[in-house]
């Protein structure tokens, strides 16, 4: 692609919000230029004032007549965040992909930044690809969730489906991971061993060296990723290995 096609789909059909917003502003320029430069680039005939105020109320930022003239490092991290969302919005895209919106901020203006990512997601009927290490995020916000590790998916679901009922070992052991609140135990769950090197990944499966159904022949073969369910992917052919039969299941839910 030339990079005036490239340009058409970065930012034209879809945008990014990054993991800090202070590194991501040009720090010499006032926030408003910088969403007008978005808005040029994109949508030259919408490229005013009155745009770039309309931006920075629609994402929430008060007073945003007189805003727009601030530079990056006179807004908190939230009002950064929010300025990083406007820029994106700038071009009115189909997908918004937030690689950790909310890492930066505290507790409050993390909630506070994803009900306006929800509330955006559906007034412009845009798509979010949401990426975070937060499983309490992914739970409130996702409809559908993919797991990674080294560079793989290795287990896909609807979000409620894939925290309910994890399949793949990994899954499994992050969602065991999560500290639960008044829970009586002395140590934390964790998953032992390293992340791999990218550069030297672990053969056959990537997960095998710290898994704890790890077989014998996983270190042999790269498992495929299967749908062995309706919309439920997983990468490892032992999924089921510590899962009952359907009449063991059958049988407690008899009892119970």
């Known amino acids: 692609m030339s990079s005036s096609q490239l340009r058409a789909v970065r930012g034209g059909i879809v945008s990014y919000v990054f993991q800090e917003p202070s590194a991501s502003l040009n720090p010499v320029f006032s926030i408003g230029r910088q969403i007008k430069e978005s808005l040029k680039l994109h949508r030259r005939d919408a490229a005013s004032e009155e745009e770039v105020v309309r931006l920075l109320k629609l994402v929430g930022i008060p007073a945003p007549q007189s805003r727009l003239r601030d530079y990056p490092h006179q807004l908190s991290g939230g ?4 300025v990083m ?3 994106a919005l700038a071009s009115q895209p189909k997908l918004l992909v937030a690689d950790e919106p909310t890492t930066a901020l505290d507790v409050t203006i ?15 009927a845009m798509s979010i690809l949401l990426i975070t290490h937060n499983l ?3 739970g409130d916000i996702a409809d559908r969730v993919a797991v990674m590790y080294a ?3 290795v287990e896909f679901a609807p979000t409620q489906e894939l925290l309910r009922r994890p399949l793949h070992p ?9 500290p639960t609140l008044g829970a009586d135990v002395e ?3 964790a998953i032992p061993g390293n992340v791999p090197d990218l550069s ?6 990537r997960f095998h060296p710290r898994c704890a159904m790890a077989r014998l022949d996983c270190p042999e073969n790269p498992p495929s990723l299967v749908e062995v369910e309706p919309q439920h992917g997983v990468r490892c052919p032992y999924w089921n290995a510590g899962l009952p039969s359907a009449q063991e299941a059958l049988n407690a839910n008899m009892v119970a």
């Open 151 to 153: 560079g793989q998916i």
């Open 79 to 82: 009002m950064q965040q929010r």
């Open 200 to 205: 030297a990944m672990p053969s056959g499966c």
């Open 187 to 189: 140590r934390l769950s």
């Open 85 to 87: 969302i406007a820029m």
């Open 136 to 138: 309490g995020l992914v």
């Open 170 to 178: 990994y899954t499994q052991a992050l969602i065991n991971s999560v």
């Open 110 to 124: 993390q909630a506070q930044i994803i009900d306006l990512l929800r509330e955006l997601k559906q007034s412009f």
